[in-house]
């Protein structure tokens, strides 16, 4: 339970540092994160992209195009910048394969490293609203994207289990 409790706080610790962190930290996080959501794309067979756990639920696929959906409008909203792409208009995508799947969620994740790079680090203290109801500071707005990320991220672990598939090593650092 110790442990727990301590994992927690360190999690709370660096979400709230990484809203005030510079933004070339951002940017390291986010290429790492890259990096490791491109594993699991890789590591996924292509007929697991269409693996749906329950009817109720996304398929892997599903989960990753929602996952670049929100790389999309949330740095767009944090940063003030318009998104090249509509608000859930990448989740709609016909093409689910495997091939069109890793191709537009890169896409995201590159969108996103370039909007950090032309951020202003002075600006993440400034007040946004987000989806028209929380006020935010734009560092809160790009921290919530991140944590939006590794969520359904980690969500795709059980698909690669189901599929049969070690999941990638954890990657921290």
């Known amino acids: 339970?110790?442990?727990?409790?301590?994992?927690?706080?360190?999690?709370?610790?660096?979400?709230?540092?990484?809203?005030?962190?510079?933004?070339?930290?951002?940017?390291?996080?986010?290429?790492?994160?890259?990096?490791?959501?491109?594993e699991y794309l890789e590591a996924m067979p292509e007929s697991g992209y269409a693996l749906q756990p329950t009817p109720e639920i996304r398929s892997f696929a599903q989960q990753m195009l929602h996952l670049t959906d929100a790389n999309y409008g949330l740095m767009a909203a944090a940063s003030g910048m318009e998104s090249p792409v509509g608000f859930g208009d990448v989740e709609k995508t016909e093409d689910q394969s495997k091939e069109n799947v890793i191709k537009l969620v890169m896409a995201g994740y590159d969108y996103a490293i370039e909007t950090l790079k032309k951020m202003d680090p002075d600006n993440l203290g400034e007040k946004i609203m987000l989806f028209g109801k929380f006020e935010v500071t734009r560092g809160q707005a790009l921290a919530k994207c991140f944590e939006h990320q590794t969520h359904h991220r980690g969500q795709c672990t059980i698909y690669l289990r189901l599929a049969g598939v070690t999941p990638p090593q954890e990657k921290l650092f």
Do not use: N, P
């Open 1 to 38: 339970m110790k442990k727990h409790l301590l994992l927690f706080a360190l999690l709370c610790g660096s979400l709230a540092s990484y809203a005030q962190g510079s933004v070339d930290e951002m940017i390291a996080d986010w290429e790492r994160a890259k990096t490791y959501t491109l």
